[in-house]
């Protein structure tokens, strides 16, 4: 565990809140139950985190729309389907944050206390529902006041920083969270999205970026905002369904239903990324070369994660036990990697 002094207070609170050691139990194509005294489970959760700003009136508008696609983004850049030797979910890392974090033990759980890696349970109609939800369901885990008298501030003329909410707000993990910064002396709004796990490759991982900011653009300025035809239910469901899937998912979408996720991408949401990454200005040209390592990942069907299942049943067919596997996966794995060559385009073992 880190060093940072901040990292082992945590670790410490969210034992003392459980009062019990951490349970963690997965049930995908192989089951895992193991039991642990501390949060390093969470190493395993490595994430890349993208940043809108926006305006105060436009938060909810991309918030929304954010949510709303957190579970094409997991099916299409899932690529973590192994933890402990097991083969689980597509992108395990989704319910491993989940469990890694939880303060609760099965009590609260069934009085209905939130967790705090938290999908959300409503579509918002301002940044305000979300931290006033912050303060209604979440007590702090950090206890570190700061000196910033925030109203003084202002009557000042200047922006405070609000340190305490942010720290508080750093402790409550949504796949889409709201940020409130002070740069420079000038305030501003993020959303930040946590739901892409990290690689394969830095090509792959662009792609994924570029195919968030279209779309999320396309959807949170459309006319008919896509919220207004889908239950916030059913853009959680549709998270994990992906999680458990990658690739092979079936999701719910307005006007189609359930379908393949790639069916999805390719038929409805591809055009729409392209459409936004044009209204942020993207040259067309390279708009085009990052959508095309999407629409190619989803014409092979191999993302990260169905290229390590593959890969490592070859190799267990060969006679290697799993352990071997995996770890002569993991090597070709980093060689692949290093070629940053995208995943779509990786070869498996003859």
Same mark, same amino acid.
């Given at each position: 565990?880190?060093?940072?002094?901040?990292?082992?207070?945590?670790?410490?609170?969210?034992?003392?809140?459980?009062?019990?050691?951490?349970?963690?139990?997965?049930?995908?194509?192989?089951?895992?139950?193991?039991?642990?005294?501390?949060?390093?489970?969470?190493?395993?959760?490595?994430?890349?985190?993208?940043?809108?700003?926006?305006?105060?009136?436009?938060?909810?508008?991309?918030?929304?729309?954010?949510?709303? =696609?957190?579970?094409?983004?997991?099916?299409?850049? !899932?690529?973590?389907?192994?933890?402990?030797?097991?083969?689980?979910?597509?992108?395990?890392? =989704?319910?491993?944050?989940?469990? /890694?974090?939880?303060?609760?033990?099965?009590?609260?759980?069934?009085?209905?206390?939130?967790?705090?890696?938290?999908?959300?349970?409503?579509?918002?109609?301002?940044?305000?529902?979300?931290?006033?939800? +912050?303060?209604?369901?979440?007590?702090?885990?950090?206890? =570190?006041?700061?000196?910033?008298?925030?109203?003084?501030?202002?009557?000042?003329?200047?922006?405070? %920083?609000? /340190?305490?909410?942010?720290?508080?707000?750093?402790?409550?993990?949504?796949?889409?969270?709201?940020?409130?910064? +002070? !740069?420079? #002396?000038?305030?501003?709004?993020?959303?930040? +999205?946590?739901?892409?796990? /990290?690689?394969?490759?830095?090509?792959?991982?662009?792609?994924?970026? *570029?195919?968030?900011?279209? @779309?999320?653009?396309?959807?949170?300025?459309?006319?008919?905002?896509?919220?207004?035809?889908?239950?916030?239910?059913? !853009? *959680?469901?549709?998270?994990?369904?992906? /999680?458990?899937?990658?690739?092979?998912?079936?999701?719910?979408?307005? #006007?189609?239903?359930?379908?393949?996720?790639?069916?999805?991408?390719?038929?409805?949401?591809?055009?729409?990324?392209?459409? #936004?990454?044009? %209204?942020?200005?993207?040259?067309?040209?390279?708009?085009?070369?990052?959508?095309?390592?999407?629409?190619?990942?989803?014409?092979? #069907?191999?993302?990260? *994660? *169905?290229? %390590? =299942? !593959?890969?490592?049943?070859?190799?267990?067919?060969?006679?290697?036990?799993?352990?071997?596997? @995996?770890?002569?996966?993991?090597?070709?794995?980093?060689?692949?990697?290093?070629?940053?060559?995208?995943?779509?385009?990786?070869?498996?073992?003859?």
């Amino acid at each position: 565990m880190s060093a940072n002094e901040r990292y082992k207070v945590l670790n410490e609170q969210i034992f003392a809140a459980r009062g019990e050691d951490m349970r963690i139990e997965i049930d995908g194509a192989e089951q895992l139950l193991t039991h642990m005294d501390s949060i390093t489970p969470e190493s395993a959760c490595t994430s890349v985190q993208l940043h809108v700003q926006v305006s105060p009136d436009s938060f909810a508008n991309y918030w929304n729309a954010a949510q709303s =696609i957190a579970g094409v983004q997991v099916a299409l850049a !899932a690529n973590s389907p192994f933890l402990f030797g097991r083969q689980l979910w597509h992108e395990t890392r =989704i319910t491993l944050f989940e469990q /890694a974090t939880d303060t609760r033990s099965d009590e609260l759980k069934e009085q209905g206390v939130r967790p705090r890696v938290w999908f959300g349970e409503r579509w918002i109609t301002s940044v305000f529902d979300l931290f006033e939800e +912050n303060l209604r369901y979440f007590p702090a885990l950090l206890p =570190i006041c700061e000196d910033e008298d925030p109203l003084a501030v202002l009557d000042q003329g200047s922006s405070p %920083q609000l /340190a305490e909410m942010s720290l508080h707000n750093g402790t409550i993990y949504r796949w889409n969270r709201p940020v409130y910064d +002070n !740069a420079g #002396g000038t305030p501003h709004l993020r959303v930040e +999205n946590r739901v892409l796990p /990290a690689g394969p490759t830095i090509a792959d991982v662009v792609a994924n970026a *570029a195919f968030y900011y279209g @779309l999320v653009r396309s959807l949170a300025e459309a006319q008919r905002p896509i919220w207004t035809q889908m239950s916030f239910t059913t !853009a *959680a469901e549709n998270l994990h369904e992906a /999680a458990r899937k990658g690739l092979d998912a079936q999701l719910y979408w307005p #006007g189609v239903g359930d379908t393949p996720v790639t069916e999805l991408i390719l038929r409805r949401l591809l055009p729409l990324a392209r459409e #936004g990454l044009g %209204q942020w200005g993207v040259d067309q040209k390279c708009a085009d070369r990052l959508l095309g390592i999407i629409e190619q990942r989803c014409l092979t #069907g191999q993302n990260g *994660a *169905a290229w %390590q =299942i !593959a890969t490592v049943d070859r190799l267990s067919a060969t006679g290697l036990d799993r352990r071997e596997a @995996l770890r002569q996966m993991t090597l070709r794995y980093i060689e692949h990697m290093h070629s940053n060559d995208p995943v779509h385009s990786w070869s498996l073992v003859s």
